[in-house]
């Protein structure tokens, strides 16, 4: 019920903090499509075919995720500074 | 060879250790030193209870009969944590909001504090957990076989079954004494934690010391590892589409269904902020623990005999290769994976059993008194006991009957997708507000039974629960039943086929049934806060004014929270009212608060229905929640009124600028006014002065003579003009000016002020269009004359063209009629329209236009108080002026 206004157009940082989240918001997805790409990989022989390449393959792409993901928790603020201030007008004391 | 009492007394040591480090934590906690016990370390390796003994022996066997499909299972969780910002927050700001103990109670109060739903989803939580519990008891006593066989002690199965009892009973011990400690779950079993976090440690550590062993050890080095794994039976990775899409799902959905998983992801949060770092260092540990799996398997079965088990691989190599420290230690970590799995497993479990059966079953049973007599508080810690032990002794069971041969990784699976099919009323209830109970019950029932018949059941193989004639043909012959092939659709992977039509009509139903049902008040109030958690503070209430006592609802109170916290709860909330004493005003919002107190105990539907017999039923009604949204649309109101006020004041401040503005230019208009006027009067009245000096003092010729009473005649017309002028100005300003209003031609009055004005005898050609002013107009007509006369003069005055040329226009704009006057001459420089309507504004020097430049002042005064207008209109090649008749008194002709 309570939709608090939000700001149309932010200060530099909180412009930057949104997109943060958007990228926090985008990584799942990116992943899930990596996780499931080696689905498409042409194997027409045992040589294009092998465990060891998907065993490279898959922890690669999973020290980077998790690199991707200390690097997002690092910036990320958990309190929408345009936000909170607008949302406790309305509040009043509680 | 290894002693077996070795083994014995270092498992029953590491036992001990652990029951000091739960102490050890409680103490802390107790005193109130909780810093580091919640520190996102913690947290993360509590996550780690995901890795039970299924990961550690079962994920080594995964990969030595299916390749790399194990990593799925790790994959799935991995994509929750990294996509935190989405669900888990989201899922702990509620957690913490509504004070919630498990996920049954998630569902149950979401759904308007339904019992019904929380006992749905208690009963599908024991399901699918039971047979998991029954799998890690399986792990330990297999693990123990190994040592006790290479130890040259042959175990009967007899044994395995007292072992496994054994180790029941420790965990039942451990949990009831950690898990049971504090009643409000929202104190947080710090104990517990902490030990779970200390076996996560040790069970990486121990799994990782394995995969060294194996890769540098063994197979020496990663080149050759790799090498091997290429040569192996699993060197070809053929992922089944179905299937790794599949389980991917399933582990996600599992990480955020399975008891275990809610209660320490979110009960046993206690600070958002620690997920920051859970959401990569989760992964990681993950990563970790998968990392290693492929190469032990691969080297296990490269080594080890043919036939044997390769779920034992991880203890079973060290022994063989002579490695007994390592043997122990790889034991002490699926020790530990199975051990942390079944303390949260049974505790969450329990909070769940006590909170949505037993406590409401035996509230009904003492109603009405239940309130007034009777210790809640100890009932219910009973309660979770009992629940506690029969849990354990359900997983022991299923351990007995299943006779612990099935091969680990299925019976994950199943528990798997059993809880999974919650997930449709979670994730709904949390994103969609018009999930209703209806829909979650159908989704819920449907899924479950979906689920049993097409995949738990027929996990206990052909002619274990379901006869090979109904897999072939279906139940009563009915042969779209079969319980895999459902709606005769053949050919399926038997676990995509389960997942695929259980949550496909799971789904269905859970939505098809809210959207056709309506919820009831509660309900609503509920899914508004769940949906839009990060909007709400605190909780709305749930309750209107009540007609319960203070008294009365502290003696409850004292019973679910015990007397000290309880009292301490009622004197803040007096001391908040402004009053002294324990006893506050039963206000809605204390009622609300209390109830979220209360539930943190014994869950919400439970806190709920308690509350509800104090209250005598006077919940939230429809009225209520329009009033709630109507304080909040009152409340955007006033914020809306603030800012208009403030927008008002800029106005207003603006306008106050522009009126000082203008009265400044006023004022020195004023005083320009003055000069002037005594200008123009004394300029006529000196000439008019020494001419007749002159005639009267000195013999003038007769022509002479002739000539200065001719300038004097001139002089006194221009003075007698200018006063007439400057009279019918200050009428005309003043508002007293008689009109006399007629009604006649507009032509009519062109051609008048044409010929008044002199201008078509002179230079000035005047271009007209006859057609266009066959207009009838009310007005007074004489001075609108007075208007164009003036207009038409001005351009023979001061039209500089070599051919000078005037074009009236008269045309019809939106209604209005206007008359326009076009010259071809030079026009007005932009910087004085403005000017050329104040009095005495003159373009050039005056000589030249013999008028004192109160022609278009007056006309302006005129056309005002016909109700019309003049202006001057720009960029039509000269100057131009455009009178708008007054729209009532313009008539069509016809």
């Given at each position: 019920m309570i939709k608090s206004k939000r700001a149309e157009f932010l200060e530099r940082s909180s412009y930057r903090q949104r997109r943060i989240r958007d990228g926090a918001r985008l990584l799942p997805i990116v992943a899930l499509v990596l996780m499931i790409l080696p689905l498409m990989w042409p194997r027409n022989s045992p040589e294009q075919n092998q465990t060891s390449d998907g065993i490279i393959y898959i922890f690669g792409l999973w020290i980077f995720l998790v690199f991707v993901s200390l690097f997002l928790s690092r910036v990320l603020r958990f309190s929408d500074p345009s936000r909170d201030e607008e949302a406790r007008i309305p509040r009043g004391g509680e | 060879m290894i002693s077996f009492n070795l083994l014995i007394f270092v498992s029953l040591a590491?036992?001990?250790?652990?029951?000091?480090?739960?102490?050890?934590?409680?103490?802390?906690?107790?005193?109130?030193?909780?810093?580091?016990?919640?520190?996102?370390?913690?947290?993360?390796?509590?996550?780690?209870?995901?890795?039970?003994?299924?990961?550690?022996?079962?994920?080594?066997?995964?990969?030595?009969?299916?390749?790399?499909?194990?990593?799925?299972?790790?994959?799935?969780?991995?994509?929750?944590?990294?996509?935190?910002?989405?669900?888990?927050?989201?899922?702990?700001?509620?957690?913490?909001?509504?004070?919630?103990?498990?996920?049954?109670?998630?569902?149950?109060?979401?759904?308007?504090?339904?019992?019904?739903?929380?006992?749905?989803?208690?009963?599908?939580?024991?399901?699918?957990?039971?047979?998991?519990?029954?799998?890690?008891?399986?792990?330990?006593?297999?693990?123990?076989?190994?040592?006790?066989?290479?130890?040259?002690?042959?175990?009967?199965?007899?044994?395995?079954n007292s072992a496994a009892m054994w180790v029941a009973v420790g965990l039942a011990v451990f949990t009831v004494v950690f898990g049971t400690?504090?009643?409000?779950?929202?104190?947080?079993?710090?104990?517990?934690?902490?030990?779970?976090?200390?076996?996560?440690?040790?069970?990486?550590?121990?799994?990782?010391?394995?995969?060294?062993?194996?890769?540098?050890?063994?197979?020496?080095?990663?080149?050759?590892?790799?090498?091997?794994?290429?040569?192996?039976?699993?060197?070809?990775?053929?992922?089944?589409?179905?299937?790794?899409?599949?389980?991917?799902?399933?582990?996600?959905?599992?990480?955020?269904?399975?008891?275990?998983?809610?209660?320490?992801?979110?009960?046993?949060?206690?600070?958002?902020?620690v997920?920051?770092?859970?959401?990569?260092?989760?992964?990681?540990?993950?990563?970790?623990?998968?990392?290693?799996v492929m190469p032990i398997a691969v080297v296990g079965l490269d080594l080890?005999?043919?036939?044997?088990?390769?779920?034992?691989?991880?203890?079973?190599?060290?022994?063989?290769?002579?490695?007994?420290?390592?043997?122990?230690?790889?034991?002490?970590?699926?020790?530990?994976?199975?051990?942390?799995?079944?303390?949260?497993?049974t505790l969450a479990l329990a909070t769940m059993v006590s909170n949505h059966i037993i406590v409401p079953?035996?509230?009904?049973?003492?109603?009405?008194?239940?309130?007034?007599?009777?210790?809640?508080?100890?009932?219910?810690?009973?309660?979770?006991?009992?629940?506690?032990?029969?849990?354990?002794?359900?997983?022991?069971?299923?351990?007995?009957?299943?006779?612990?041969?099935?091969?680990?990784a299925v019976i994950g699976l199943v528990s798997f997708m059993g809880v999974v099919q919650v997930l449709p009323a979670m994730i709904g209830g949390v994103f969609w507000r018009g999930a209703n109970r209806w829909g979650a019950g159908a989704g819920l029932i449907v899924g479950f039974t979906v689920w049993a018949w097409t995949n738990f059941l027929p996990s206990f193989g052909i002619d274990g629960a379901i006869s090979q004639a109904v897999f072939e043909h279906g139940p009563f012959g009915i042969g779209w039943l079969r319980p895999q092939a459902l709606f005769g659709i053949t050919g399926m992977d038997p676990f995509v086929h389960a997942l695929f039509w259980s949550m496909f009509l799971n789904t269905t139903a859970f939505m098809v049934v809210s959207i056709l049902t309506f919820p009831n008040p509660l309900e609503r109030l509920q899914g508004a806060q769940f949906v839009n958690v990060f909007d709400y503070s605190s909780g709305a209430r749930t309750w209107s004014q009540s007609a319960a006592q203070a008294e009365d609802l502290l003696v409850m109170a004292q019973r679910i929270l015990g007397g000290s916290v309880a009292q301490a709860t009622f004197r803040a909330e007096a001391k908040s009212q402004g009053k002294a004493g324990f006893l506050p005003d039963v206000t809605p919002d204390f009622i609300g608060r209390l109830e979220r107190e209360l539930s943190g105990s014994v869950g919400a539907a439970t806190a709920h229905a308690m509350i509800g017999q104090l209250t005598e039923g006077t919940m939230v009604s429809v009225e209520d929640l329009i009033a709630v949204a109507d304080e909040t649309a009152q409340i955007m109101e006033y914020s809306n009124e603030l800012e208009a006020k403030s927008a008002e004041q800029e106005r207003t401040a603006r306008a106050l600028l522009e009126a000082n503005e203008k009265l400044t230019a006023l004022s020195i208009q004023k005083d320009a006014f003055l000069s002037q006027i005594s200008h123009e009067l004394r300029t006529p009245m000196t000439s008019i002065r020494s001419f007749s000096d002159i005639l009267r003092d000195s013999e003038v010729e007769d022509e002479a003579r002739k000539r200065f009473a001719g300038i004097i005649h001139e002089e006194s017309n221009r003075l007698t003009r200018l006063l007439d002028d400057l009279l019918d100005l200050g009428v005309l300003e003043s508002g007293q000016v008689q009109l006399n209003m007629g009604q006649g031609s507009l032509a009519d009055v062109l051609d008048r002020a044409v010929i008044a004005s002199g201008a078509d005898t002179g230079k000035l050609s005047i271009l007209r269009k006859p057609?266009?002013?066959?207009?009838?107009?009310?007005?007074?007509?004489?001075?609108?004359?007075?208007?164009?006369?003036?207009?038409?003069?001005?351009?023979?005055?001061?039209?500089?063209?070599?051919?000078?040329?005037?074009?009236?226009?008269?045309?019809?704009?939106?209604?209005?009629?206007?008359?326009?006057?076009?010259?071809?001459?030079?026009?007005?420089?932009?910087?004085?329209?403005?000017?050329?309507?104040?009095?005495?504004?003159?373009?050039?020097?005056?000589?030249?236009?013999?008028?004192?430049?109160?022609?278009?002042?007056?006309?302006?005064?005129?056309?005002?108080?016909?109700?019309?207008?003049?202006?001057?209109?720009?960029?039509?090649g000269g100057a131009a002026f455009r009178v708008t008749l007054p729209k009532t008194q313009a008539l069509a002709a016809q």
């Open positions: - | 590491y036992v001990a250790f652990l029951f000091l480090v739960a102490f050890a934590a409680e103490r802390r906690s107790a005193q109130g030193k909780t810093g580091w016990l919640r520190s996102s370390t913690i947290y993360t390796l509590s996550l780690s209870i995901y890795c039970t003994a299924w990961t550690f022996y079962g994920a080594v066997g995964y990969a030595a009969r299916s390749g790399l499909e194990y990593l799925t299972i790790y994959l799935g969780p991995t994509l929750v944590m990294i996509g935190w910002w989405w669900l888990v927050r989201k899922l702990v700001r509620i957690g913490r909001t509504q004070r919630l103990t498990s996920i049954a109670d998630l569902i149950s109060s979401r759904y308007g504090k339904s019992t019904v739903l929380g006992v749905l989803v208690t009963v599908l939580a024991i399901v699918g957990t039971t047979p998991y519990i029954a799998l890690q008891l399986q792990s330990v006593t297999q693990s123990i076989g190994v040592f006790a066989a290479s130890s040259g002690e042959t175990w009967l199965p007899r044994d395995l400690r504090n009643l409000d779950a929202h104190e947080r079993h710090h104990g517990i934690v902490l030990a779970i976090a200390v076996e996560a440690v040790v069970k990486l550590f121990a799994l990782m010391a394995v995969g060294i062993f194996v890769v540098w050890g063994i197979a020496g080095g990663v080149g050759p590892t790799l090498d091997l794994i290429d040569a192996s039976a699993q060197s070809q990775w053929n992922p089944v589409s179905g299937r790794w899409i599949g389980l991917i799902f399933v582990s996600a959905g599992a990480f955020l269904c399975l008891p275990r998983m809610f209660q320490v992801l979110v009960v046993e949060n206690s600070d958002e902020r997920l920051g770092t859970a959401s990569w260092a989760f992964p990681a540990y993950l990563l970790l623990m998968s990392l290693f080890m005999p043919e036939g044997s088990n390769p779920d034992l691989f991880v203890v079973t190599l060290p022994l063989s290769e002579g490695r007994q420290g390592l043997a122990i230690l790889s034991f002490l970590g699926g020790f530990s994976s199975a051990t942390s799995m079944v303390i949260v497993a079953s035996w509230l009904n049973a003492r109603t009405p008194g239940a309130v007034v007599s009777g210790d809640v508080r100890r009932v219910v810690v009973i309660s979770r006991r009992i629940s506690i032990g029969v849990i354990l002794a359900f997983g022991y069971i299923y351990f007995r009957l299943s006779g612990g041969g099935t091969a680990l057609g266009a002013e066959a207009i009838l107009v009310q007005t007074d007509l004489d001075r609108l004359a007075q208007v164009f006369i003036n207009l038409i003069s001005n351009a023979a005055k001061y039209c500089a063209s070599e051919t000078p040329q005037l074009r009236i226009t008269v045309r019809e704009i939106d209604g209005e009629t206007v008359v326009d006057f076009c010259d071809n001459g030079a026009g007005i420089p932009k910087e004085s329209q403005s000017m050329i309507f104040e009095k005495f504004s003159r373009l050039e020097d005056e000589g030249k236009a013999g008028g004192a430049g109160l022609g278009l002042a007056i006309c302006r005064q005129i056309m005002g108080a016909l109700g019309g207008d003049v202006i001057y209109l720009p960029g039509q």
